[in-house]
């Protein structure tokens, strides 16, 4: 990250209220910059709001992107308020430039955008408690609900076949037959582990095109650290990070939250021997999605949800290969090998997952 922006000049193009003191990285998110910037009041007292500067590298119009999140926002905002619940803290709100725009654009083309700092909750890297992942599973589920209604056709597609799995894979074949920085003869085993998997990359992209499960607008990146968790009740108060939220399927944000939340170890822990699918975990969230989909999710889609969280834990295994064979252009990294290690435990939890397949499948069956 980048450290000597002017954020004095920077803040100074958003309503914002206060004088400004000072930003500082925040948050552990792979993709944007995220800063929490502080301001002064006329009361004297310091508060804060969330600065961040769109990754454009990976959001190719970022003025696409925030009309998507201008919609959604105000769309849940809606929502929000129906239900007597509070609208600063149970969605994101974007805090306006001074000109009236969703963000500012810098003179050298970096996008920034504010949201009102969500205070009284935490996002984890790592499931702490079971009830935390359980109201996790609830939140995502109600997201979807209340986006039910949401007309599909004005969102843009803000990174083309974000979860097509097929194309990921032959994303990593290129990037493996490229093999621009000499990496490939170091990671045989990975390679082979996703070589021998690539039958199951289509089996979701064929329910959708065989008309077997629906297409629906989802979030289709709920990660555990996506949600904040209440500090007091430990709700699911808000979804955040909206930059993909597109049509898409129930089955990419149950499996994307089980592949972030149902490992009891960091997602670049060094020591497989902590990596696993915990069942435990894997029952609380699936319980709280169904509680909070289940009436309208179909059979077919609750039937496949143990294999979602296989194969969007196996696409992302791809992506984080993908990206070291590529020379690490894409997510963020924070020491050599970085996206090997991330890869590593994907794919241990997608082993673990084939193990357990038929007590997923049980545990799941039982929910409904
Ligand atoms: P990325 O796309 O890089 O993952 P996120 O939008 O998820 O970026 O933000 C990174 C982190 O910043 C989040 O995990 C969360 O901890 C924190 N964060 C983001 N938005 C807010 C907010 N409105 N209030 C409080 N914290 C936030
Ligand atoms: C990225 O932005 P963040 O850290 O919430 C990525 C997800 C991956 C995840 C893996 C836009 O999520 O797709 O699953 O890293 N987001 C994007 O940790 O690519
Ligand atoms: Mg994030």
Redesign the pocket.
Known sequence: MKKNYNFMEVTKHFKFAGDFIEANPYGF???NDTYAAYFRKNDNKVHRYILQRINHN?FKEPEKLMENIERVTTYLRGKVIESNGDPERETLNIIPTVDGKSFYKDEEGNYWRGYIFIEGAKTYQVVENLNHFYNAGKAFGKFQKLLRGFPAEQLHET?PNFHNTPKRFEDFMEALNNDKCNRAKDVKKEIDFVINRKEDTAVLMNLLKEGKIPLRVTHN?T?F??VMIDDVTGEGICVI?L??VMPGLSLYDFG?SIR?GANPAA?DEKDLSKVTIDLDLYTHFAKGFLEAVGEFLTPTEIEYLPFSAKLMTFE?GIRFLTDHLNGDTY?KIHREGHNLDRARTQFKMVADMEEKHDEMMEITQKLK
């Open positions: 998110g792979h993709i990976v990174i990146d990660k650290n996506n990070d930059d993909t994307d972030s997602e992302c997510f």
